[in-house]
Nanobody, 121 residues
Framework: VQLQASGGGLVQPGGSLRLSCAAS????????MGWFRQAPGKEREFVAL????????HYEDSVKGRFTISRDYARNTVYLRMNSLEPEDTAVYYC???????????????WGQGTQVTVSS
């Protein structure tokens, strides 16, 4: 199983980024996909989930209305579109794949390598 995350960078407050996570080595359409993040000195936290069909999503309260998770079955890729970014969104973002619908990071065996998002003026 491989999850390759990309798309992070430095952006000003109010800006946007789109993270991508290319998946391989498993049946992409059978797995829940998600994003977690970890800020310096903090524990890893849930950001967003999308179910196997793409018909159900779930977001952490602070990102609702600003972030959108989606998946492309032709490219075996999951995306996280992030709008109206705030300094508090600064973190390393990780994509995950799992067989269940969980918001705890401890429930996921498959993790990408992480991509840094920095929101600063």
């Amino acid at each position: 199983v491989q999850l390759q995350a990309s798309g992070g960078g430095l952006v000003q407050p109010g800006g946007s980024l789109r993270l991508s996570c290319a998946a391989s080595g498993f049946t992409f359409s059978s797995y829940v996909m998600g994003w977690f993040r970890q800020a310096p000195g903090k524990e890893r936290e849930f950001v967003a989930l999308i179910n196997w069909s793409g018909g159900r999503t779930h977001y952490e309260d602070s990102v609702k209305g600003r972030f959108t998770i989606s998946r492309d079955y032709a490219r075996n890729t999951v995306y996280l579109r992030m709008n109206s970014l705030e300094p508090e969104d600064t973190a390393v973002y990780y994509c995950v794949a799992g067989s269940g619908w969980h918001t705890s990071p401890h429930e996921y065996d498959y993790w990408g390598q992480g991509t840094q998002v920095t929101v600063s003026s």
